[in-house]
């Protein structure tokens, strides 16, 4: 898995916006990209899930491939998603697993069911998750 687990840089601006879009969606689970070059985030994608719901959300891949071509024209690379658990631990669900779209990116789930609001990066391979270590800057 080599790579997949190294630290990934995440500035404590976008960090902050993370977490306020996250907020401005409750009572919904929401959803969104952080980009990036070299395990070093730069930008975030705030994304509108398609359903609203408590405990899923849905981006269509027409929304996903036209953000990942915004992506690709700063010639940066999608690091991480992340999505809220608005009333659940930041653990990954069986579906967050099972629909995580590849290995190299970063899964980060942020947990609003307490004050403060924590989060937790983590690597999806082979149906199991470890944690990523990721580290404000
Ligand atoms: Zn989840």
Redesign the pocket.
């Known amino acids: 898995m080599g790579n997949h687990l190294e630290t990934i840089y995440l500035p404590a601006y976008i960090e902050k916006k993370m977490i306020q879009h996250t907020r401005e969606c409750l009572p919904y689970?929401t959803c969104g990209l952080l980009s990036g070059t070299t395990n070093h985030i730069s930008s975030i994608w705030e994304l509108e899930s398609e359903i609203k719901h408590r405990?899923?959300?849905f981006v269509s891949k027409e929304t996903v491939n036209k953000t990942m071509e915004a992506v690709q024209s700063r010639h940066e690379q999608v690091l991480a998603i992340y999505?809220?658990?608005p009333t659940?631990q930041p653990?990954?669900?069986k579906?967050?697993i099972l629909h995580h779209p590849e290995p190299q990116i970063c899964?980060l789930?942020v947990s609003l069911q307490a004050e403060p609001v924590i989060w937790q990066g983590y690597t999806i391979a082979d149906g199991q998750y470890y944690h990523r270590p990721i580290v404000l800057v």
Do not use: L
């Open positions: 689970e405990y899923r959300y999505h809220s658990h659940a653990v990954p669900s579906e967050d899964m789930i």
